[in-house]
Each structure stands twice: as structure tokens, then as C-alpha cells.
């Protein structure tokens, strides 16, 4: 009887021992969501801090979170990076270790975050580091945040932090703006100190004027194989939305091309020759002129 009770007390022992190791996973499962779902900018150590310290360092000049301005040409359509820089030259960041942020954005009419919409990691805090991003569209806002991993040192200088994908929609209309603005930012050294970095300034980017060549022109339609075609030729191609007319000088309808259709043979709807002279072309997209001008036709 007594060797049955100590064989139950051992096996209730185990049993403890494995319900105790089963919570205390748990609770670090749970501890672990908690810190990352912890929205950048939010007060206290954060995700990113291994350490529970809060003191800020201060300087005289504090370094910033900056927009770069993207160096692609920014037409409709055109998919570029917009990166994200802690410090410059002139007041680099010290130790830094994590960094997290809110980047607002005044409008997502014709901005597109391409998917899945997540930062990558830019060069500065390589290797080894964690992202997190929150994409909350009705509220116009990223949270962002970027970490070394634990034990790893903070580094100290200039750099790209992170990098965010996107691309301007097809038929975004030149002169068309959006604005970022970096907000609530908070950074922290390996020990969990706060370190103080400021958020830069507003950054805004717009759609520039299409650079349409329509070329040769004036051209040659009599079939000798010599600049027999005129061509609308822009750098990717003509999108799909857009729609080309061909007039002639009294406004009536000659051709109509569209899906990327790029090249005027001298003939219309019907196939028939047209006539030497001047023609007018509009390059719709929607009920927006994207540009318009005149083509000369000799045979």
C-alpha cells in the first residue's frame, strides 16, 4: 500500500512538474504577443528594449527619423521604395539599437502599399534584426518598428532603417501629391535607455508629367517600309486605362486606339488611307487629358 502511494505521489509530482512547465511556457507566449503587438511610438521600454530602463540620453543636436526623397521618376504607374534614414552625417544616431514610429500619409487615392505591406529591414541595423509593421488603412497610418536582435550591440552613425514598397496607380493624374509624416517615434540602446531622436520633416511626392515621344513625326504611310508607322512611345508602355484619338483638324474621329495599343498606320477605322495633312491626337485616361498635340501625315 505504501509503495502504491509513493507511486502516486511521484506520478502527481511529474504531473505538476509538467503542468508548471506548460504554464510557465505560456506565459511567455502570451508575454512575447503582447510585446509585439505593442504599437510603435507607444510609451515605456517597448518590443525592442531587452532591458526595462527608461532615462533618456540627451545632446545638442538630436539626430532624426527621415523621409528620403525616392530618385526614380515618379509617373503613373511607377513602383519605387520610400526609405526610411535615422541620423545623418552631421548628427548621427549613438548606439541605437531599436526604433519604432507612426508614418502618416495624407491621402491613398491613387497610392498603392504593395503586398503583402510589410518594411524591410534597410542596411543600417543589419544583421539579424526583427520588423514589425501594422497597416491601418482608415486611419492613413503605418506603425513601424525595427530591432537588432537580443545581444546584439547598438550601432552608431547613419543610415537606412527601413524600406517600404509602393507604386503610384496607373491612372494617377500628374500633379497629383501625397504627403508622409513621421510621428511618435521612440529609440532605445542595447540596455533599454531611451535615446532621443526627433522625427524629420514632412515629406511630399507627386505625380510628374508622363514624357510621351510620338515619333517620327511627321511620318511616311506609302509603304516603302521606311517610317511607315508614327509611335506614342513611353517609357513602360502605355497603359491599359489610356485611350488614344486621332482627329483631323475639324474634330472628327478618325481612330481610336486602346490596351496599350501604341502605333497610327495613316489609316482609319475602316482601313482606309488618309489623306496628307495635319492630325490632332489626345491621350485620354478617363475624362483626363493625359496630352495631346499634332502629327503630320505626308505621302
Avoid at 80 to 87: K, N, S
Avoid at 180 to 208: E, Q
Wanted: glycine share 10%; with cysteine.
Amino acid at each position: 500500500m505504501e509503495k502504491k502511494k509513493r507511486t502516486q505521489r511521484l506520478a502527481m509530482g511529474g504531473y505538476t512538474s509538467r503542468y508548471l512547465r506548460w504554464i510557465y511556457r505560456s506565459c511567455l507566449a502570451i508575454m512575447s504577443a503582447l510585446l509585439w503587438s505593442q504599437p510603435a511610438g507607444a510609451s515605456g521600454p517597448g518590443w525592442m528594449c531587452p532591458a526595462g530602463e527608461t532615462g533618456v540620453s540627451q545632446s545638442a543636436e538630436n539626430p532624426q527619423v527621415w523621409i528620403e526623397k525616392p530618385t526614380v521618376e515618379l509617373l503613373a504607374g511607377t513602383s519605387f521604395e520610400l526609405r526610411i534614414h535615422a541620423g545623418t552625417e552631421q548628427a548621427p544616431v549613438r548606439s541605437l539599437f531599436g526604433l519604432s514610429f507612426e508614418l502618416h500619409y495624407s491621402s491613398d487615392d491613387f497610392i498603392e502599399f504593395l503586398p503583402p505591406v510589410q518594411a524591410q529591414a534597410g542596411d543600417f541595423l543589419q544583421p539579424n534584426v526583427y520588423t514589425f509593421t501594422r497597416y491601418e488603412k482608415n486611419q492613413k497610418v503605418l506603425y513601424l518598428a525595427v530591432s537588432r536582435k537580443r545581444g546584439a550591440a547598438g550601432q552608431s552613425g547613419h543610415g537606412v532603417v527601413l524600406s517600404l514598397p509602393m507604386r503610384f496607380a496607373d491612372n494617377a493624374p500628374p500633379g497629383w501629391e501625397v504627403c508622409f509624416k513621421i510621428a511618435s517615434v521612440t529609440a532605445n540602446d542595447s540596455a533599454g535607455t531611451r535615446l532621443a531622436v526627433d522625427p524629420g520633416p514632412t515629406r511630399c511626392i507627386h505625380v510628374l508629367e508622363p514624357h510621351i515621344e510620338v515619333i517620327p513625326n511627321p511620318f511616311t504611310p506609302n509603304g516603302d517600309g521606311f517610317n511607315d508607322r508614327i509611335r506614342f512611345k513611353r517609357d513602360g508602355g502605355i497603359p491599359d486605362p489610356w485611350v488614344i484619338l486621332i482627329m483631323d483638324r475639324t474634330g472628327r474621329l478618325i481612330r481610336r486606339f486602346t490596351h496599350g495599343q501604341d502605333t497610327w498606320d495613316g489609316r482609319d477605322e475602316k482601313g482606309r488611307p488618309m489623306l496628307p495633312g495635319v492630325y490632332l491626337y489626345h491621350i485620354r485616361d478617363g475624362n483626363r487629358t493625359v496630352r495631346r498635340g499634332l502629327i503630320g501625315l505626308i505621302r
